[in-house]
């Protein structure tokens, strides 16, 4: 539980939480992209709700492989967590882009983030270790954080 042990320590402070999508808020299926199928992981997704109701920044970050994949996210969210808003919903496609998801978000979390602390919540330990190579102004927590 470090997670929530460091949102208590850090309770006054502007937080701003990230949190990855597949495999963290929805049922991770290697191949498998139709998200009308993938089950939601209502645990996490009532955490989320949690931080929100306390007044805690949440933004998702999630890369898509292909442009057409944003539109059905966005469908998922509308769907399973329209508490959400919609600008609080990042969906970067890597298409057309040469980075890997590590990448894209490093460098979005280096242009953008935006809180006093800013925290990332992911389940791909490659990016986990990336992030925090890579952008020491993040804390990273792997999704396990979360679990009781």
């Not at 993938?38 to 805690?56: A, C, E, F, G, H």
């Not at 980075?99 to 919540?121: C, F, H, R, T």
């Amino acid at each position: 539980m470090k997670f929530y042990e460091f949102i208590q320590d850090n309770v006054t402070k502007n937080i701003v939480v990230y949190v990855d999508m597949d495999g963290v808020l929805i049922e991770y299926d290697p191949g498998c992209f139709d998200y009308d199928t993938l089950r939601p992981l209502q645990s996490n997704l009532k955490r989320i709700k949690d931080l929100v109701n306390q007044n805690i920044k949440v933004k998702i970050l999630s890369i898509c492989k292909k442009d057409v994949m944003i539109k059905e996210k966005i469908k998922w969210f509308q769907k399973y967590a329209d508490f959400l808003n919609q600008e609080d919903i990042i969906l970067i496609s890597k298409e057309n882009s040469n980075l890997s998801s590590k990448e894209l978000k490093s460098n979005y979390l280096k242009d953008n983030a935006q809180g006093d602390i800013n925290i990332l919540v992911d389940d791909d330990i490659t990016i986990i270790k990336y992030i925090r190579e890579n952008n020491p102004n993040i804390r990273v927590f792997h999704v396990s954080s979360w679990i009781e």
